[in-house]
């Protein structure tokens, strides 16, 4: 029989976070990198814990050289072959500790996945990438992963609920990635009707997976630095992002001059763009859960990436933080109407 839940759901625009004493004197107070020790790995990760998504456009090589050199991390697509990875461990040894290499679940995705660690063997993060991560394949592919890198951090995901995440977690993962939805240029929420509001989803499932000493990654839904702090001060470990980190020169793709304005494509990777990119296109037995747009072409991430920290840290000092990892203690939230005043349109 159907069921509702009556719980109101919110998402980050529903919220303000409220501001707090504080003795700090200065945002360069604020000590942003964090110290995290994974459950199953064991391994320890010191860095700024926001990440770019392992989308095509935006999870690139160029993106974790620039990003790393600011301790911020990368999930890297999945479509680089072992040899690039190799080439690019000889020119970046140094980023290796703020990247995770991509993988899906299919029998070639393995393959691929074994011949990129066994030809970097540095690399000590590996995503597991689903749109769907309630499927019982997926939880053995993640069994099967850890045993076959029993060393190496595991990444899984996506799921917003409290009970596939300990089942994650359980099944061998270190970081679930949450977000079903959220994302700029995802459809998922249109074409089935599926999803669950993000910082309610991220609140719920941060604490599901710190109860068995597990991460989470709050994955989507920001687009600007203020959605960053709501997704930490709601629990998350990490923030991952696509949209805020696009159309920059370090992702993939040509910028094009349209109408006397630069710009730069960037989609979704369930977007027929990226099926017909990568598997020849749209299978009769799916839809395109995705959409392809064209975003202003940016520069530099350079800027982009001060931007991200200086609210982070300014959102800190607000509520009276001193390291990012004090942000959710610290945390109260206010719900809202209006966020801004849109008397001169949206931010530039």
Same mark, same amino acid.
């Given at each position: 029989m159907p069921n509702i839940i009556n719980d109101i759901k919110l998402d980050f625009k529903d919220v303000l976070l409220r501001p707090k004493r504080s003795t700090l004197k200065s945002r360069s107070d604020v000590d942003l990198f964090r110290e995290i020790t994974f459950r199953n790995s064991k391994r320890t990760y010191k860095g700024i814990p926001?990440?770019?998504?392992?989308?095509?456009?935006?999870?690139?090589?160029?993106?974790?050289?620039?990003? @790393?050199?600011?301790?911020? /991390?990368?999930?890297?697509?999945? &479509? &680089?072959?072992? %040899? %690039?990875?190799?080439?690019f461990a000889k020119e970046n040894p140094d980023c290796l500790g703020n990247v995770a290499a991509t993988s899906g679940t299919s029998a070639g995705d393995f393959e691929r996945l074994l011949s990129v660690v066994n030809a970097v063997p540095e690399i000590s993060f590996i995503c597991l990438d689903v749109a769907n991560g309630y499927s019982q394949h997926f939880v053995e592919f993640v069994r099967k992963v850890r045993g076959q890198f029993p060393d190496h951090t595991i990444i899984a995901g996506n799921v917003v609920t409290g009970e596939m995440v300990e089942e994650l977690i359980l099944s061998g993962a270190d970081i679930i990635k949450v977000g079903i939805g959220p994302g700029s240029v995802c459809t998922t929420r249109m074409k089935t009707g599926v999803g669950y509001p993000q910082l309610s989803a991220v609140i719920e499932c941060a604490d599901a997976a710190h109860g068995l000493k597990g991460h989470i990654i709050s994955d989507g839904g920001?687009?600007?630095?203020?959605?960053? +702090?709501?997704? /930490?001060?709601?629990?998350?470990? /990490?923030?991952?992002? *696509?949209? $805020?980190?696009?159309?920059?020169?370090?992702? @993939?793709? %040509?910028?094009?001059?349209?109408? *006397?304005?630069?710009?730069?494509? /960037?989609? *979704?990777? @369930?977007? @027929?763009?990226?099926?017909?990119?990568?598997?020849? *296109?749209?299978? =009769?037995?799916?839809?395109? =859960?995705?959409?392809?747009?064209?975003?202003? &072409?940016?520069?530099?991430?350079?800027?982009?990436?001060?931007?991200?920290?200086?609210?982070?840290?300014?959102?800190?000092?607000?509520?009276?933080?001193?390291?990012?990892? =004090?942000?959710?203690?610290? +945390?109260?939230? $206010?719900?809202?109407?209006?966020?801004?005043?849109?008397? &001169?349109?949206?931010?530039?």
């Open positions: 926001v990440m770019a998504s392992n989308m095509d456009t935006v999870g690139t090589f160029e993106m974790a050289r620039a990003l @790393s050199k600011h301790g911020l /991390f990368t999930t890297v697509h999945k &479509y &680089y072959s072992a %040899e %690039e990875w190799k080439e920001c687009s600007c630095p203020g959605d960053l +702090a709501k997704a /930490f001060g709601a629990g998350a470990d /990490f923030v991952m992002a *696509g949209g $805020i980190f696009a159309g920059h020169d370090e992702c @993939s793709g %040509e910028v094009i001059e349209k109408n *006397g304005k630069k710009v730069k494509l /960037f989609y *979704g990777m @369930s977007s @027929s763009t990226a099926m017909e990119k990568h598997v020849g *296109g749209v299978a =009769e037995y799916r839809s395109s =859960e995705g959409k392809t747009v064209e975003v202003p &072409y940016r520069g530099e991430v350079e800027k982009t990436v001060l931007d991200l920290l200086g609210g982070l840290r300014s959102a800190c000092t607000y509520v009276g933080a001193s390291r990012l990892r =004090e942000l959710p203690r610290r +945390a109260t939230f $206010i719900r809202c109407t209006q966020q801004l005043n849109p008397m &001169y349109g949206p931010p530039s």
